[in-house]
């Protein structure tokens, strides 16, 4: 598990590291901590052109890759733009994480496209670039009506 919380001045270019790894599970490049303000002021160095190539060549290592939560800076997720090469990056990995038989924690339901989201948020402006169906603290998969139930009290 990757946090860097508080590293609102990096450019991304130290993850090189990271490049290809099959073990690492979990990368939280939002910047903030738990349950604070997404939106930071000034906006962060933290650049998509260094980062989302060391991202890519780890979903390209398939069914090698152990990654299963990317939580993303506001700051990229702000502006829906479909030709961007974030949107890009975004849609790659929701091929990536669709790859996958997901099953729910709760009902033991395969949790596919046809669900009522995809795994990535490409579409709502809200929650653009989250990801979902998976816990960000257990890294466990819950299908859109057990969240529902769980938010309603049931």
């Not at 390209?60 to 993303?72: D, N, P, V």
Request: glycine share 4%; hydrophobic share 30%; with cysteine.
């Amino acid at each position: 598990k990757l946090r860097l919380t508080n590293c609102i001045n990096i450019s991304g270019a130290g993850l090189e590291p990271l490049r290809g790894s099959t073990i690492i599970q979990q990368i939280d490049l939002s910047l903030v901590g738990d349950h604070e303000s997404p939106k930071l002021d000034p906006d962060p160095s933290i650049s998509c052109v260094e980062v989302l190539p060391i991202l890519d060549s780890i979903i390209e290592r398939g069914e090698e890759c152990s990654l299963k939560h990317l939580q993303f800076p506001k700051y990229w997720r702000k502006e829906r733009n479909t030709e961007s090469d974030f949107h890009a990056f975004l849609a790659r990995y929701n091929d990536y994480l669709s790859s996958e038989v997901v099953v729910c924690l709760t009902c033991n339901c395969n949790i596919d496209e046809d669900d009522s989201m995809p795994m990535m948020q490409m579409s709502d402006y809200y929650y653009y670039g989250r990801q979902n169906y998976t816990c960000c603290q257990c890294m466990k998969h819950y299908c859109h009506d057990c969240v529902q139930e769980a938010e309603d009290g049931n």
